[in-house]
């Protein structure tokens, strides 16, 4: 894999924790009306490697990601990122600095560099970076978003990710839905991300997956966390 | 009865509400009962506004009295678009607030550019006729707007998580919600004149104006029931926005809480 520049570009953003924590949950509670699906998380996401946060369906795996970047607020406790409560940052700042990659490949209408656009960055040579990082050639720019394989999609979906040039990666179960071998690139991806400085929140349900790619494992059950190893 | 029909005329127009009943009864339809309630609904509805109307275009009476009026339809056009689309919180205040917006926008131009005169002769059927028009598309577009943001939600929060504001996620699918309210009533204004005859025109035909006088009365109004869809469900769309995502554009649907 190619190196994927790691330069925080976001300097109005903390850039470290006095205890090294990039994520810190403290007491965080989620409700749904009556349904709780986070009840008191108490957790600590280190600033470097991948961390699996791993449970069964329903445990609150996703919801624990949302709040990583604000795509839904605790209902209790608070959400810190590097020390400081990621609803006393700007909000679309703080998107921009923790990408994210869904379960299920989400790209727009349109051609894979239309894609790409819609981050914001138009520069072609940034485009070709990104895109080979993720182990693809130039070729794909002009390629309809429609066209593309799950396991293509999944990448060109980082690679729209890498191009803001976040300082960490949320990845929500992002192989659920791509065969052996896609998923296997992606991990391979994933672990060269990490090594290169950029860490990673990384969910699934797959406990082979954990084995081959987890730093650190947080077990999720009925809300709660049962297990950090 | 001063009008081109008379009172004998409109019971015998009955004998067609008749046939249509026989038709629902002999095809299985169940919908005899349906047939005569909306028919003697709309008879009295009509009458009741028959009523109103002579009493506001009645020499010597206050203007203020027909905006009044029209105050009063806009609140029950408000609450029919909320009735129909319930999921959705708010949306009563918002729809007036489109129909209010709408009447100023249209009724503006055409008092303010003297194609009618601000009486009470025009101004609450004018009102009306734009309301009236209107309250579809609103309908329309409000439901548009959540089946869309419903069905592509992932791509909003795709759109959002990649730091976009709510007003930049929203922009495509708010913008298909709208095409999709607009496309019936620009296909009627393309299809008049060739395909039907808009009823007033042929009201105005019946009550004797000149065809050329009707042409020229119906344009006007075709071109105001185009402008107040236009703004009524562009206020929607906005308003709905603004309804739909939090201040720290997070996307909130209805069935999340």
């Known amino acids: 894999m190619n ?35 986070l009840r008191g ?41 590097r020390g400081t409560d990621v609803r006393d940052l700007d909000v679309l700042e703080l998107r921009r600095a923790v990408g994210m990659v869904f379960q299920r490949p989400t790209l727009f209408d349109g051609t894979v560099r239309d894609n790409f656009e819609a981050t914001g960055v138009s520069d072609p040579a940034r485009h070709h970076e990104v895109l080979a990082s993720v182990g693809l050639d130039a070729n794909f720019l002009v ?19 890498l191009l803001m040039r976040p300082q960490v990666l949320v990845a929500d179960e992002p192989t659920a839905s791509l065969d052996e071998a896609a998923s296997r690139t992606l991990e391979g991806l994933a672990r060269g991300l990490a ?27 009925g809300g709660r966390v049962v297990a950090v190893e | 009865m001063s009008g081109p029909v008379e009172l004998l005329g409109v019971a015998a127009s009955g004998l067609l509400v008749l046939i249509a009943v026989g038709i629902s009864a002999w095809a299985g339809l169940r919908l005899e009962r349906d047939l005569i309630t909306a028919a003697l609904r709309a008879l009295v509805q009509l009458l009741l506004l028959g009523l109103v109307l002579t009493a506001l275009m009645a020499p010597g009476q206050p203007l203020a009295l027909s905006w009044l ?11 029919t678009v909320h ?7 708010g949306l009563w205040l918002l729809s007036m607030g489109a129909f209010a917006a709408s009447a100023v926008v249209t009724l503006g131009v055409l008092f303010g550019a003297g194609v009618f005169p601000v009486t009470g002769t025009t101004v609450v059927p004018l009102a009306g006729l ?15 707007i959540m089946a869309e943001f419903k069905d592509k939600r992932l791509e909003i929060e795709a759109r959002l998580a990649l730091g976009h504001p709510s007003s930049e996620a929203a922009k495509p699918y708010l913008r298909e919600a709208l095409r999709t309210a607009l496309i019936p009533q620009v296909e009627t204004t393309k299809a008049v004149g060739i395909v039907f005859l808009p009823g007033m025109m042929v009201g105005l035909l019946l009550a004797g104006v000149s065809p050329l006088g009707a042409v020229q009365a119906q344009v006007v109004i075709m071109y105001l029931v185009l402008g107040s869809v236009a703004v009524t469900t562009s206020v929607i769309a906005l308003g709905m926005r603004r309804i739909l995502f939090t201040h720290a554009h997070q996307l909130r649907l209805p069935n999340d809480e």
């Open chain 1, 3 to 37: 190196s994927q520049p790691a330069t925080p570009t976001n300097q109005r953003l903390p850039t470290a924790a006095p205890d090294g924590a990039l994520f810190t949950f403290d007491d965080v509670t989620v409700a749904f009306g009556k349904a709780q699906v």
């Open chain 1, 41 to 81: 998380i108490d957790l600590q996401v280190p600033g470097s490697g991948i961390t699996v946060v791993l449970g069964p369906s329903g445990s609150g795996k996703s919801t624990l990601t949302r709040l990583c970047n604000r795509l839904l607020d605790a209902t209790g406790g608070t959400v810190s990122l």
């Open chain 1, 143 to 161: 390629r309809g978003a429609a066209t593309l394989s799950g396991g293509e999609a999944q990448r060109v979906c980082l690679a729209r990710t």
């Open chain 1, 195 to 221: 090594d290169h400085g950029v860490p990673i929140l990384w969910v699934t349900h797959d406990l082979a997956q954990v084995e081959r790619i987890a730093d650190r494992r947080v077990l999720l059950e």
């Open chain 2, 69 to 79: 009026w029209v105050a009063v339809m806009i609140l029950f056009a408000g609450w």
């Open chain 2, 83 to 89: 009735r129909r689309v319930p999921s959705v919180r």
């Open chain 2, 130 to 144: 734009m309301i009236g028009n209107s309250m579809t598309a609103t309908i329309l577009v409000s439901r548009r």
